[in-house]
């Protein structure tokens, strides 16, 4: 159980910073995020974020797994005792697969698993559960067939959430080797005080909170685990890698699941970082702080 903090500041980072503002103006999650046009938003986004180039060497496929559209990366001579579920963020409402693929095929390629990301329901045409219950069918299927293998979740963001609470539902199963999450929203309950860094933040602003819930859970109920995992069981939870910025926003939310952990006895390691930029933990090799921090969640998910 540790702390870790980095001080981001490189040129490479810089631009990544840059880069990501732009696309924020129009997906920026705040009180007026009911009033967007979702759908071209989402288009815009995963356009340009699908142009972030692939890793040479490793075989992306989409495939299906029940009605979810799903990508598989394969590197070569892939190890058949692990495999990765990987989670896009999104708040729930964007992102998808695609757009992620380039995170996907590094993943693979430095970890030398196969990594599957489901494009999972989203809201508001798809409240919770659905896009939950997507994920743990690709769970099922991957269970079934790699019987052999571990299972390692990793999530950014609204993919956090899910990772955590697919692995809150799996759990006693032994088939979740580690959860690795990126600025998680671990809580839509209220327990979590955010008000802090909400104004140091370009992506999650104040009041987002609400209308997101609202977006996602509709009338379902906020305490609900599977919706704030922050609130489940964490006695025997596989180990947990968490990264995270003392600026944004969620950064409430990686403090506490980091405390929640600590508490259960779970092996958890966070890095916290300085001058990056909520859910920066996925940014791979773009910057030399971000591969270090990839390179330590591989070595972290190799060693659980």
């Known amino acids: ?55 040479k060497g490793v075989k992306q496929e989409k495939i299906k797994i029940g009605e ?3 990508l598989k990366s394969t590197c070569e001579n892939p190890d058949d005792e692990n495999v990765i579920l990987y989670i896009h963020g999104g708040g729930f409402v964007s992102g998808s697969a695609i757009a992620n693929k380039s995170f996907s095929s590094t993943l693979a390629k430095q970890s030398g698993y196969r990594v599957f990301a489901p494009d999972y329901s989203l809201s508001p045409e798809n409240k ?30 609204a993919g956090g959430n899910l990772s955590l609470a697919v692995a809150l539902k799996y759990k006693d199963t032994g088939k979740v080797r580690s959860v690795s999450v990126h600025s998680p929203t671990v809580d839509f309950s209220g327990s979590v005080d955010r008000s802090v860094n909400e104004k140091k933040d370009f992506i999650v602003l104040p ?13 379902g109920d906020a305490k609900n685990p599977f919706v704030s995992p922050i609130l489940g069981d964490y006695s025997n939870f596989p180990p947990v890698f968490i990264t995270c910025d003392e600026n944004e926003t969620l950064y409430a939310d990686s ?12 092996k958890v390691h966070m890095i916290v970082a300085s ?3 909520h859910a920066f933990g996925i940014s791979g090799n ?19």
């Open 207 to 219: 009041g987002s909170t609400e209308p997101l819930l609202r977006m996602y859970v509709g009338d």
């Open 255 to 266: 403090l506490t699941l980091y405390k929640k952990c600590e508490e259960a006895n779970v």
């Open 68 to 70: 979810t559209k799903v």
């Open 286 to 304: 773009s910057a030399p702080e971000t591969a270090k921090v990839l390179k330590k969640n591989i070595e972290f998910m190799q060693q659980a």
């Open 1 to 55: 159980m540790s702390v870790e903090n980095i001080t981001i500041e490189s040129k490479e980072i810089v631009k990544v910073v840059k880069f990501v503002k732009s696309l924020s103006k129009t997906m920026v999650f705040d009180s007026e995020i009911e009033s967007r046009d979702w759908v071209k938003g989402r288009k815009r986004n995963n356009f340009l974020y699908s142009l972030l180039p692939a890793q």
């Open 128 to 157: 919770f559960p659905k896009g939950f219950e997507d994920c743990c069918e690709v769970f099922d299927w991957i269970v079934e067939n790699y019987p052999q293998a571990k299972i390692s979740l990793i999530g950014e963001s």
């Open 275 to 277: 001058g990056a930029f």
